[in-house]
Nanobody, 114 residues
Framework: QVQLVESGGGLVRPGGSLRLSCAAS???????MGWYRQAPGKQRELVAT???????NYADSVKGRFTISRDNAKKTVYLQMNSVKPEDTAVYYC?????????WGQGTQVTVSS
């Protein structure tokens, strides 16, 4: 079973930037990977995906502000978050996409507040 460990979250001011990382215990290179987020009282939503060749897709809410990337050799997926907004506040998770295969990690909390 692959274990996923997310990191890089924290408190950031509106307009600021954060870079999230998701490290896997085993290779996930054959899968499309995604970043998900869950805000308090809301369902988990998929915000960005990246295929094995590197094609990306984004939810409208983050398009133009977030960038997903992957390093298969390091078994790591990244999410560069720029121009963050208060509505980006959530716990962020990574997993395969659009359907998750692995058990969820603990996530990393992102709080956008002045």
């Amino acid at each position: 079973q692959v274990q996923l460990v997310e990191s890089g979250g924290g408190l950031v001011r509106p307009g600021g930037s954060l870079r999230l990382s998701c490290a896997a215990s085993r290779s996930f290179s054959v899968y499309t990977m995604g970043w998900y987020r869950q805000a308090p009282g809301k369902q988990r939503e998929l915000v960005a995906t990246i295929t094995l060749p590197g094609s990306t897709n984004y939810a409208d809410s983050v398009k133009g502000r977030f960038t997903i990337s992957r390093d298969n050799a390091k078994k790591t997926v990244y999410l560069q978050m720029n121009s963050v907004k208060p509505e980006d506040t959530a716990v962020y998770y990574c997993n395969t996409a659009p359907s998750f295969i692995y058990s969820w990690g603990q996530g990393t909390q992102v709080t956008v507040s002045s």
